[in-house]
């Protein structure tokens, strides 16, 4: 091996080398070769941003609001979300001290646990989850531990299996319900139960509650509102799958003061602040968008239902997911595994839907459906599903 | 079914007159026997008056149409208000629309025609004649953008990537 060779091998960081890239990326590659693929792998709303939103950005970008804002964000739109916070879920937290605007959630969550883990922590990680989650554990240093969920709790977390993953060096929990993939969500009486383990041990909480607005049966729970919890939940939350404005990049993080503190060191010196132009559009979404929200609200739920009573029918056994907008049924019935599943099923039928195990331990055995797709879109799918489904299956004719 | 069950069909039926009945249930989580005597329900209640198709007419050859928006004033009768008068301009087949105003005008009517000299002649035969109508003013329509919800014309472009987090 030559000294340049061997120089480039180890130019990367340890942490970076021990982390893999997200599963994603490697379906997406082979998803987006294809022609006339209906695509149920998308995790984002299939709407536009609201008019009134993307109108509030070109006037601000008109009136020449280009300049930075301050690190934790226009101070106005952290009073809206404040204000928003306490309106929808009952929880108060303060402008000025315990909010700060981020790029998305995703760099909510990467302050949250920047700024409160160490190396040697042990964060637990309700799995199947989101796929940035371990990632940005790691990078912190500390170790991500997978707390399971499954079909025989419509994919909640329970206190048994929750008590059974924390050891000594438990420091944190990330929640995540309304849930991406299983689309699981945790009634208040469900939380509590929860929360009186986390409080035993003593666990900080990072509860990323993104998909709030997305919850169809029951108003959602936010984790600081049960008691005790807010001096030990870092709330993290946006704009992007209520408002349907993913491409924003903007979110948010509500914790106590000197939590918020630490995050906005983080913050000022890695990012400064979040867009300005989509901060404008944030405030105004707050202001109208809720008309536009409920709307959206409504169109998920009649596709839920839907998508969730086909693939039933089919014979791929799938709980009504009480939130967020996907499906996440069980391919058990095929004999494959979720891999090969969604790969034939893309090749074979041109549908593309994520493979379970992308999200980690507990994915295994299910593929992920985005309902996020119009109706029409979505009945071809359901009509495709089944023909590969019915290929697939082996019938025992005689029983 | 209950009444918030009832406005969701209601919605899915004013977004897609045509849906598939069992598509329509499975949407509802509701039996499909339960959804075809809603709809039968609703009908016969008046709640549901037409299953109609909203047609880009300016696509199809020959069949382009002219309408207008005619603000009329009127004298209202006694005891019967507006109401006489307003039925008696909904019975022209030219009219398509009627509403009962505020502002500066009474009632605003939608009339569409083959030509702008019918929707002219219209005006100017049978609704200035009308003893009530005190004046009208005629809104020739030149092009139509938005129409029940609907936007004429918009490409309907997936801007997302196939496969997303």
Same mark, same amino acid.
């Given at each position: 091996m030559s000294m340049t060779a061997k120089k480039t091998n180890n130019r990367l960081s340890k942490a970076v080398t021990s982390i893999e890239p997200s599963g994603i990326r490697k379906f997406f590659e082979l998803a987006s070769t294809m022609e006339d693929c209906i695509s149920l792998g998308v995790g984002e709303p299939d709407f536009v941003t609201p008019w009134n939103v993307r109108e509030a950005c070109m006037t601000s970008l008109e009136q020449g609001y280009t300049a930075y804002t301050a690190n934790a964000g226009l101070l106005e739109l952290r009073m809206a979300i404040s204000d928003y916070m306490e309106d929808a879920f009952d929880v108060t937290y303060c402008p000025e001290e315990e909010i700060i605007v981020t790029v998305g959630a995703s760099e909510a969550i990467d302050l949250a646990v920047r700024a409160t883990v160490d190396p040697g922590d042990e964060v637990l990680v309700v799995t199947p989850s989101f796929v940035s989650y371990s990632p940005l554990i790691t990078l912190a240093g500390a170790t991500p531990v997978p707390v399971l969920t499954d079909s025989s709790t419509n994919f909640k977390l329970t206190a048994e299996r929750l008590e059974e993953a924390i050891t000594d060096r438990s420091r944190a929990i990330i929640l995540s319900f309304p849930n991406n993939p299983t689309g699981a969500v945790m009634t208040k009486a469900e939380l509590e139960a929860v929360a009186h383990v986390i409080q035993k041990h003593d666990l900080l909480v990072f509860s990323d509650e993104i998909y709030a607005e997305l919850s169809y049966d029951e108003p959602h729970t936010a984790f600081s509102s049960i008691n005790d919890m807010k001096d030990r939940t870092i709330l993290i939350n946006g704009f992007s799958k209520a408002f349907a404005m993913t491409g924003w990049r903007l979110g948010f993080v509500c914790a106590p003061k000197d939590i918020t503190e630490a995050m906005l060191k983080i913050h000022q010196y890695s990012l400064m602040c979040a867009p300005t132009q989509a901060q404008h559009g944030a405030l105004e979404a707050l202001r109208s968008g809720g008309d536009e929200v409920k709307k959206m609200v409504e169109s998920y739920y009649s596709r839920r239902n839907y998508i969730v009573n086909s693939l039933n029918e089919i014979g791929l056994s799938c709980h009504m997911p009480g939130g967020s907008f996907y499906a996440f049924p069980s391919i058990e019935a095929t004999g494959m595994d979720d891999q090969t599943f969604a790969e034939k099923l893309l090749l074979e039928e041109k549908v593309a839907v994520v493979p379970g195990s992308v999200f980690g331990e507990g994915g295994e055995g299910h593929v992920r459906c985005s309902y996020a797709t119009g109706m029409k879109q979505l009945q071809t799918a359901v009509e495709r599903i089944e023909r590969f489904v019915k290929r697939h299956t082996k019938t025992n004719l005689s029983s | 079914m209950s009444k918030e069950q009832e406005t969701r069909l209601l919605r899915i039926l004013e977004q897609n007159g045509r849906i598939d009945t069992e598509v329509l249930a499975k949407m509802l989580d509701e039996d499909v026997e339960t959804v075809i005597q809603t709809i039968n329900r609703l009908e016969d209640e008046h709640v549901i008056l037409s299953y109609a198709a909203v047609i880009n007419w300016n696509k199809v050859e020959q069949e382009s149409q002219v309408a207008a928006m005619i603000d009329v004033k009127v004298t209202p009768q006694r005891g019967v208000g507006f109401d006489e008068v307003a039925n008696r301009i909904q019975r022209f087949p030219e009219v398509s629309a009627l509403y009962l105003m505020s502002g500066t005008y009474d009632l605003s009517v939608m009339v569409e025609g083959q030509t702008m000299e019918g929707v002219a002649r219209f005006v100017s035969d049978k609704l200035s004649t009308l003893?009530?109508?005190?004046s009208t003013t005629t809104h020739f329509r030149l &092009? &139509?953008? &938005?129409h029940d919800g609907i936007v004429f014309g918009e490409d309907e472009k997936d801007r997302r990537m196939v496969v997303s987090p």
């Open positions: - | 003893d009530a109508v005190l &092009k &139509k953008y &938005k």
